[in-house]
């Protein structure tokens, strides 16, 4: 056990990274994947499984948790790890990008964001300042930086005033963090798809000595391709030293070429939200259960899965249960996909220690290839 919060690069292969991130609630294998823990659940999970799965850290969504049930009720009870039984890390988003994505956003300015709830339509101001305070409520383990994520495509001056705001709020939000050697806040590069001005992020936030570092800003619509090259010239300018986290991110083939270019955590919610709309992603490839074909298949998803959901029930059972919007069906496939999920980062994790990451790369991403499935 450590009462410090650090980071060991433990191998390299080329341009993938194996470490380990220590912290007092436990340790973390990078490359990581993170479930969205949205409300403080994994939505049709338990979180024992998400555990058993190999889930080392979730992620706390901080706009969600502060509208419902509320950061100072969650604190009030002990805070997230109590409130939701999971004694492992969280990680908390500073519920900037929800706030942009979900809310209806009245007003931005150098303060911070003044928005309406979308739940009750109350109207909150959401500060730098607020924002790691409402983490510290959750008792987030990781906490981000309060920052302005923008679509793309989008004009550069556009691009450039949305990143300069998000360093003047990483400065106010360091400050407001301060010091707590068991628990980070990590920085986040923005820049949207302009290489100079990525550079120019991530090298003044190198400067802010910070714990660990995310890449924001993408997985907004730009095409994979782009996203990547930002990857390849964002990183070189993070320190080895430190994790570094690609925001929202993504499906397997996204994490395998961002791995490959110095990536060490991941969060999305793609593996639980096909989970709930008829969608199993497993080492063939991804398969819609909805699809009539699957109706007679006695065949289960993967009959060499360690995940019951994957081994021991047929495509025809869960076609059925998904046809007839069974809540069941939500269960299982989410069970699968994050069984999914979590294997593969195992995989990874594997090759680059052994050093035999590319070829491990090729061997996976044929099997999704096969198509016969
Ligand atoms: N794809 C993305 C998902 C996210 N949750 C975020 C975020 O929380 N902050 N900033 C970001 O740029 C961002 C990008």
Redesign the pocket.
């Known amino acids: 056990m450590t009462d410090q919060f650090t980071f060991k690069l433990l191998a390299t292969d080329g341009g993938a990274r194996r470490g380990k991130i220590s912290m007092p609630r436990g340790n973390v294998r990078t490359p990581a994947f993170m479930p969205v823990g949205t409300g403080g659940t994994v939505k049709a999970m338990y979180l024992d499984q998400v555990r058993d799965l190999g889930s080392d850290i979730i992620l706390g969504n901080t706009y969600h948790l502060m509208l419902r049930p509320g950061a100072e009720r969650v604190a009030r009870l002990g805070g997230l790890h109590d409130f939701a039984r999971w004694p492992h890390p969280i990680l908390t988003?500073?519920g900037?990008?929800q706030v942009m994505s979900l809310s209806g956003l009245r007003k931005l300015d150098e303060r911070g964001v003044v928005f309406r709830s979308h739940i009750d339509g109350a109207k909150h101001e959401m500060s730098p300042e607020r924002s790691i305070e409402i983490q510290g409520l959750l008792d987030s383990d990781i906490q981000?930086q309060l920052?302005e994520?923008i679509a793309l495509p989008a004009e550069p001056a556009e691009v450039q005033r949305a990143m300069e705001l998000s360093l003047r709020w990483a400065e106010r939000c360091k400050t407001a963090f301060g010091d707590q050697p068991g628990k980070a806040m990590f920085g986040?590069v923005?820049g949207g798809d302009v290489p100079e001005l990525r550079v120019k992020s991530a090298q003044a936030l190198n400067s802010m000595d910070l714990k660990g570092y995310a890449v924001?800003?993408?997985?907004?619509g730009e095409p994979q391709a782009v996203m990547l090259d930002m990857l390849s010239i964002t990183c070189p300018e993070l320190p080895e030293n430190k994790p570094r986290y690609l925001?929202?991110?993504g499906t397997p083939d996204d994490i395998l070429k961002s791995v490959a270019r110095g990536i060490d955590m991941f969060d999305c919610v793609m593996p639980t939200r096909a989970g709930r709309h008829g969608l199993a992603y497993t080492r063939f490839g991804k398969i819609n259960l909805k699809n009539a074909r699957h109706a007679d298949d006695p065949r289960p998803l993967d009959e060499e899965s360690t995940c019951p959901a994957a081994r021991d029930y047929s495509r025809a059972y869960l076609h059925h249960l998904v046809r007839s919007n069974e809540a069941l069906g939500a269960m299982l496939l989410t069970w699968n996909n994050l069984a999914y999920y979590q294997s593969l980062m195992a995989e990874i994790r594997d090759g680059i220690a052994s050093g035999k990451f590319v070829d491990m790369a090729a061997r996976i991403s044929e099997g999704w290839a096969r198509g016969d499935i």
């Open positions: 988003d500073s900037g990008f981000m920052d994520c986040i923005q924001g800003g993408l997985a907004v925001m929202g991110v």
